[in-house]
């Protein structure tokens, strides 16, 4: 009982942490490091909530579930390479650019998923 406290505990932190940066960088302006920040603030406030709705949930998840479940929480990497990418190279990276990387995630990430349920792979 302990550790679920303090487990929930520090989800409410870190969403609360999230949370107040989403605000900070949708206040701080309109230059796009700033926005990549509050996405990625946002991305990773989401996570959190999701998996705050799983812990509370009653329901057990199937083992093959969990790597859905899982592999929802790599959707934060391509947020994290934008930031890099405009760290480094400032004004580079455009939002049509951006597009076009996620959906290569995307369709990657949907071929994995592809694999594992016609095939029994990655179980």
């Not at 990625?40 to 959190?48: F, K, S, T, Y």
């Not at 998996?51 to 790597?67: I, Q, T």
């Not at 934008?82 to 995307?106: A, D, H, I, N």
Request: proline share 2%; aromatic share 18%; net charge positive.
């Amino acid at each position: 009982m302990k550790i679920e406290c303090l487990t929930f505990f520090i989800y409410g932190m870190c969403v609360m942490f999230y949370s107040m940066m989403v605000w900070m960088f949708w206040r701080k302006g309109n230059d796009k490091l700033s926005r990549l920040i509050m996405l990625l603030m946002v991305v990773l406030d989401l996570e959190c909530l999701k998996d705050l709705a799983l812990y509370l949930s009653d329901f057990e998840l199937h083992k093959s579930m969990w790597h859905w479940v899982n592999a929802t929480d790599m959707v934060v990497v391509p947020v994290y390479t934008f930031v890099l990418m405009e760290l480094v190279k400032p004004g580079w990276l455009s939002w049509r650019r951006q597009r076009f990387m996620r959906l290569l995630f995307f369709c990657l990430w949907s071929y994995m998923g592809l694999l594992t349920n016609c095939f029994g792979l990655m179980c």
